[in-house]
């Protein structure tokens, strides 16, 4: 066994400079460099660490957490140095991991609380608790600007998985919050419960909520912010007010009991309150029912518009024809004053370059959006208005799959558009007891859903995207025609003999 001792001295320097560091506001795990290569050969073994981390009790006491042993290092390249990294998962399978450097501090391989706190928060959640966390070691070589990795390419040592409690955070938050004022006569029972903007996650992974209000003719309507622990308590002693910027549309929230420091909504009709708990601010505009992807073809005639819907106000979704280039619009004028374009340099593609991801502006100094297929393609689309991103993919073909065709990509029959992607049809289908609408020849987008009643003898389903999803059931297996209409909401799927 060759020994370890010799990069003793230098761990501890490396100590020493990485304590200063224990004060940094939930850092990023640390990365490191790319290899220049690697020792085939390895004799490396490491053993477990501590079972339990508590990184709360390790800052405190500003200590490292020790993550593993250094039990054997075998045929260890002379005139090297040492060095192993961490990789950190929420799953055994390190679908999703970031990289963390550890501290070699005699045989003992230990890492930083703030590194390994920042790369949960990085992988798994910023949620404050006790997660099973899911790690692996990567070693190296190192002599100057050299770095080699040992035991192969793709090697990795100790799999192993550990109890973390991960940091307080800076500041604490409460997991939901409520919405009181005019509208409900300041009665703290009748408080609305907000909405998080990107769904059922924690108030720490996403601080914004939102909450759709309507504000009568005529009239302005105050509101104040309650935490759940205030809703709960049926007081207003917590409430959050507001001290709003120039225009009263955006603003801080500030700590005001009673009904003292309201916000007034001076605005008419349907409109969208948002909030962001960790910054402390708010913002008030429109509810948009609907949202209009203008593109050539389309741009003349609104009618002519596949819509994007909602149900929340802040994700809109939906199939739409686009052609290269595109707006999105908040009315049924691609010249109006609520006009989404692109973010300067906010985009980036997949891989097989039919999905585009992008951040959206109002702002005049935004671009024109454009897709990433040239020419007229079917799309689906996911918007959200409060993060102002989106979300295209080019449903290049839509097929019919199922048990008639035993489920086989292959051999599932293919759907031909209209002229304007509106409707989608296909001739004498081997249909099954179950089958679902699959777009680009893959399992990664398809509609699905339910079926309705109908007086005809057809089969009818309404239907959406789904990543998975119910698959659509047939009571009389047999050969039909099927049309997929996506010219209003919500799209139909028909069988028809």
Known sequence: MKKIKFISAIALTMVMASCDNFDLPNPPGQTNPEPDGYFANSGLVLTKGAEDINLVTLNEENKFANMATITELIDFPEAYTLSIDMQVSGNENFSKYATVGTVIDGDAVTVNPDFLNGAIQEVMTKQPGTYDVYTRFVAYAERGTTRMRLGGIDATYLPASYKVTTLNPEKVMEQSYYIVGDFCDWDVKKAIKMNNTLGNVSVYDNPEFAIKLNVPADET????????????????????????????????????????????????????VTINVELDSYTVGYALEVLYPFTSGNTSKPEDVMLLYTTDYINYGGVAMLNTLWYCAGQPNYQGDVLFRQAPDAFEDSEDGLTRTGSLTTSSDGTRLMTPVKGKNLYWLDVNLIQLTYNITALKTLSVIGSGNGWDLATAAELTPSADFKVWTASDVEIGDEFKINANGAWAIGFSGTSIDDVTGKFVYQVNKQDGGDNLKCSAPGKYNVTVDFSSYPYIVTLSK
């Open 221 to 272: 309507l105050s509101w104040k912010i309650l935490p759940a622990s205030s809703y709960e308590a049926g007081s207003l002693d917590g409430a959050l007010g507001c001290n709003p910027a120039e225009g009263g549309l955006s603003g801080k929230l500030i700590s005001a009991a009673g009904k003292d420091n309201a916000g007034v909504i001076e605005l008419l009709g349907d409109v969208l």
